[in-house]
């Protein structure tokens, strides 16, 4: 007989622990061993227990390759399933085996766990392997089937709600709890604070009352400047929309702007093509919105949208102003062009148009499309298409964490039919799905990677760009780590090329998330380490850094809902002079729209319990030694960078802290 020791840990979630008979069969290349019920004991497999077991097996079963657990019901007790973490099996001549796990079995289940070692398929590898291999993507393509969410769109996961997920992507008990109970607390305050009257506001001071007792971390700075115009332009580089601008070289035809009429704000020593000349001026243009129908059915009166073109210049201050906005595609008489020498509510009219137009193309094509939606493909792939003994697998597991909960949750609460984007905002009622699919004709893989889409739209300069700053040093530090990750599995490019279940990733990724669109430039296969390392930065970077940015400020930007106004009551102007404070009032959402709104944004962008921060990994996915210094040295840099971002801060009225490493999150969970 020989003795086989067994450390078997269970997950901390208050739910993790299990009442089952659990037993496990260990198989290596000389063979397999019976199988074994373990001690049953209700201690040995509670909530955060580690617990060691001895099983004696008549022969000698050589380098172990895999495990096989098992459960079943224990007598008539009720049945729950397990969360288990790890299995460590140290084998009588003392060489110590890990199979990381960090997934629930459920009732009368059999999984099989490789070792922890990252492998990636080759004419060498064991047969045993191969077959498990097979065998999880099989099961793992059952569960994880793809529809069509709307035309044009990423497809997502073929579940309409979340308890009909796979347990290992919803929520954990503690997360879920935190999000119910936010979500729950946030509809009764806005109920017991008087805040559900469709009236209009005759103050914009009173949309301060709205949640007074809840804290918003710059949302008092937000009201006090956002009229000023460079606190306007500022959004652009630091706001919750940084990527809309790009440099212009040439006025657009259809945006008649002439020296005469900025002259006011560029002075008498330059003019405008001089400027243009310079790098200096920039355009948000949001042609995308053109044709699209606004809501109907907010408090029962139609809404209206807009969709508009503004300069900006970077004056000699270094500050990023607006000198023009046209509020439609199309010029005319019916399409004045508004300029900060005009009276002072028809300057602000039209950058609270352009404020709302921002906000309708960031929610649903900066947040939605590029960020969730994408997310949720990577998720649904490497789910089908690589196993866990994958290094990949391994790599982009943690930043696909609850990613198809919050989906699920968004398609049902958020953005389904009668849900809060056409209770409150002007894109809703159908109109998501067409900004969607007019989105992913514009998508480009160059978009997705923050150095080409900073190159691409000639920003590269222009100073003050904190998400571009902040961003860089992220990428940078992802980078690095990805590379020593993919240099240390793939010894060349032909591995990468000869993988058969990494190619297989890719093109699935291709082909549902970006619909086998040439024009896009995403790739359907890699060749390359290099390319498979500049994807993988990309992946990551997607859902957890520019997640942050795109997320993690909703609070501080929009409930002063004036800079953010989810929707308009009124029609664009059409002629100047006319507008008063009145007027604007009139135009802005009411009461209850507004604190609907704010109340969601609040939900999105503050995370509840539960949360890994990026580097942050709990998992020990990665049991051999190299890649574990990998992480610590990515975790290093993250700190660094995490130190330099609050030094800056402390010194900033309003500081940008939406990219400091402590506070983003590994994943697209909320």
Known sequence: MRTYKLKIATGTDLTAGTCDQVSIVLMGVLGESSKHNLNHKWSNFRPGAVTDFEVDIEKDLGELLLIRLSTLTYKSFNTVAWYCHYVNVTCPNGRCYQFPFYQWLATNMTVEIPEGKGIILSRNTHPLLKQQRRAELEKKRETHKWKCYAEGAPRCIDVDKVENLPSNDQYSFLKLSSFNYSKTALGLE????????????????????????R?????????????????????????????????CSKIPENFPVSDNMVAASLGTTTSLQKE???????????????????????????????APMCILWKNPQ????????????????????????????????????????????????????HTH????????????????????????????????????????????PGALFDQAIAIGKGGIPILLKKAMDGVTYSSLCLPDDIQARGVKSIPNYLYRDDGMKIWLAVESFVSNIVNYYYECDVDVSTDPELQAWVAEIYKEGFLENTSTGMPSSLETKASLIKYLTMMI?????????????????????????????????????????????????????????ISTVWLLSKEPLDRRHLGNYPDVRFTEEVPQTFIKNFQEKLAKISHSIKGRNKNMKLPY???DPSVIENSVSV
């Open 541 to 597: 970077f997607t859902c957890s850094a520019q997640h942050a940015a795109v997320n993690s400020g909703q609070s501080d930007f929009y409930t002063w809902m004036p800079n953010g106004p989810p929707s308009m009551r009124s029609p664009p102007p059409t002629v100047k002079g006319v507008s008063t404070t009145q007027s604007i009032l009139a135009a802005l959402p009411e009461v209850n729209t507004t604190s609907l709104g």
């Open 657 to 659: 802290p939406y990219l």
């Open 190 to 213: 806005m109920v017991q604070e008087g805040f559900t009257s469709a009236e209009s506001w005759t103050d914009l001071d009173d949309i301060k009352l709205v949640f007074c007792m």
């Open 318 to 369: 270094d500050q990023l102003v607006p000198i023009a906005i046209q509020l439609a595609q199309t010029p005319g008489e019916n399409a004045p062009i508004f300029l900060p020498s005009d009276s002072e509510s028809d300057w602000l009219l039209a950058k609270i148009w352009v404020r709302n137009s921002d906000y309708q193309v960031h929610e649903v094509v900066t947040h939605l499309l």
């Open 276 to 306: 243009l000349e310079k790098g200096n001026i920039f355009l948000a243009d949001y042609k995308i919105l053109q044709g699209i129908s606004a809501n109907k059915s907010i408090n029962g009166k139609q809404q209206y949208m807009a």
């Open 373 to 416: 939606l994408f997310a949720e493909v990577f998720n649904i792939a490497t789910t089908r298409q690589l196993p866990m003994g994958h290094p990949v697998y391994k790599l982009i597991i943690p930043h696909l964490r609850y990613t198809l909960e919050i989906n699920v949750l968004a398609r049902s609460i958020l953005i389904g």
């Open 215 to 247: 804290g918003f971390d710059n949302s008092d700075v937000v009201a006090e400047i956002w009229k000023e115009d460079y606190f306007f332009g500022s959004q652009y580089l630091n706001g919750i929309n940084p990527i809309q601008i790009k440099k």
